[in-house]
């Protein structure tokens, strides 16, 4: 078993046993209130599985457009994406994003390699917005051509935060830090190609 992958075994085997020992009823009140609000797991503070929102007939056709090729790379890129909301908009996840970022760079500063790795591994993973995060992408930007960078800075981003992880726990604070430059590197490059508008998605039809 790979260090990262142990690493991820054993936050989560920590997050389950500490939310059960530690808050048993909060967990069973969290999970309906008085006025019949059901509330999201604990464990994984978001919706267990993703709620089917109707598209507008406009993003959908633009949808269509995408070679079924491109799309499969794509659910292949964010499988490992297990949390969704059904509130949260995607401007309102890249703030929990760039939180866990400023969680996992204070922990290298101080050289704490189970605080950087716990926020980096956060925000590898973090949740995925309502409806889903196409929907907050530009209508003109739904193409091949607009969205082919979107695997390599991924990978700069995701993949270089599980590097960061591996990294912070292994003590190679300096070999973090560096792999957290790139990581800030591929924000930044991603940032400049698209801007999520500050509301909900135009696109989704309640």
């Known amino acids: 078993m790979s260090m990262k992958h142990k690493f991820v075994s054993t936050l989560t085997a920590v997050a389950v ?5 530690a808050f048993p009823a909060a967990a069973d009140e969290a999970k309906a209130s008085a006025n019949g609000h059901k509330y999201p797991s604990i464990e994984k503070t978001s919706a267990d ?19 079924p090729e491109f799309v499969q790379q794509f659910k292949k890129m964010t499988a490992k994406h297990t949390r969704y909301s059904e509130d949260a908009t995607a401007r309102q996840v890249m703030m929990e994003l760039l939180s866990d970022v400023q969680c996992t760079t204070a922990g290298l500063m101080v050289e704490n390699g189970e605080m950087a ?9 973090h949740r995925w917005p309502k409806g889903h995060l196409m929907a907050y992408v530009k209508l003109e930007q739904i193409n091949v051509d607009s969205l082919a960078t979107l695997p390599k800075i991924n990978e700069q981003v995701e993949g270089g935060l599980e590097r960061v992880a591996e990294m912070a ?38």
């Open 17 to 21: 046993l500490g939310a059960a020992a």
């Open 49 to 67: 599985a993703p709620r089917q929102y109707k598209m507008s007939p406009e993003f959908q056709a633009q949808i269509k457009k995408l070679p």
């Open 117 to 125: 790795a716990d926020c980096a591994v956060r925000a590898s993973r």
């Open 169 to 206: 726990l292994k003590k190679d604070f300096v070999s973090a830090g560096a792999e957290m430059g790139k990581v800030l590197s591929g924000c930044s490059s991603c940032h400049n190609l698209f801007r999520f508008g500050k509301g909900d998605s135009p696109y989704i039809v309640e």
